[in-house]
T-cell receptor, first 112, second 117 residues
Framework: TQLLEQSPQFLSIQEGENLTVYCNSSSVFSSLQWYRQEPGEGPVLLVTVVTGGEVKKLKRLTFQFGDARKDSSLHITAAQPGDTGLYLCAGAGVQGAQKLVFGQGTRLTINP | GAVVSQHPSRVICKSGTSVKIECRSLDFQATTMFWYRQFPKKSLMLMATSNEGSKATYEQGVEKDKFLINHASLTLSTLTVTSAHPEDSSFYIC?????????????FGPGTRLTVL
């Protein structure tokens, strides 16, 4: 069974600070997605990373896929209150498995 | 971008009644749709995987007779919660995946809040 360990599960920081969220596994994934979810809404796709070592940037958010495609990180620079939400990583198995493996989620709160 | 809708967004029903939730992919054909359940402050829990024209594959512990899934077309899947009870109250979210959009990526609907009285 593939597992994704996401950390930290809770993070509360001040506006302007930087932060990193990690997703780690002992399994290899063909791709990994990052989602952001607000209360009462469905997850919204932020990025999909596919290639080992890949780095993608989305404004102040930087996503990295590990060289071995077993881990990923999300780094937010100069966090703003609008970044508050639940961040979810989800990996797709290499053997053509249809379903995603989700991390536990990181509940991020940015205080003004 | 890929858009997935869900209807209704919120439903309140009496114990013992059945509730149907619709999930539609609006701008792409979804070969596979997924149904999730989410408890407060928790991550998503996959309930079942649905491929168009075939029977859904349920995750361990999910009662297939309780949660009926139909995926009759490439743009529509439905989840029917039969004989709902208060413990079925939850946030239900669907997602859709189409081959042309990146095989692994799932696009999520806005969710349906079910409250069973």
């Amino acid at each position: 069974t593939q597992l994704l360990e996401q950390s930290p599960q809770f993070l509360s920081i001040q506006e302007g600070e930087n932060l990193t969220v990690y997703c780690n596994s002992s399994s290899v994934f063909s791709s990994l997605q990052w989602y952001r979810q607000e209360p009462g809404e469905g997850p919204v796709l932020l990025v999909t990373v596919v290639t080992g070592g890949e780095v993608k940037k989305l404004k102040r958010l930087t996503f990295q896929f590990g060289d071995a495609r077993k881990d990923s990180s999300l780094h937010i620079t100069a966090a703003q209150p609008g970044d508050t939400g639940l961040y979810l990583c989800a990996g797709a198995g290499v053997q053509g498995a249809q379903k995603l493996v989700f991390g536990q989620g990181t509940r991020l709160t940015i205080n003004p | 971008g890929a858009v997935v809708s869900q209807h209704p967004s919120r439903v309140i029903c009496k114990s013992g009644t059945s509730v149907k939730i619709e999930c539609r992919s609006l701008d792409f054909q979804a070969t596979t749709m997924f149904w999730y359940r989410q408890f407060p402050k928790k991550s998503l829990m996959l309930m079942a995987t649905s491929n168009e024209g075939s029977k859904a594959t349920y995750e361990q512990g999910v009662e297939k007779d309780k949660f009926l899934i139909n995926h009759a077309s490439l743009t529509l899947s439905t989840l029917t919660v039969t004989s709902a009870h208060p413990e079925d109250s939850s946030f239900y979210i669907c997602s859709a995946r189409g081959g042309g959009l990146g095989t692994d990526t799932q696009y999520f609907g806005p969710g349906t809040r079910l409250t069973v009285l």
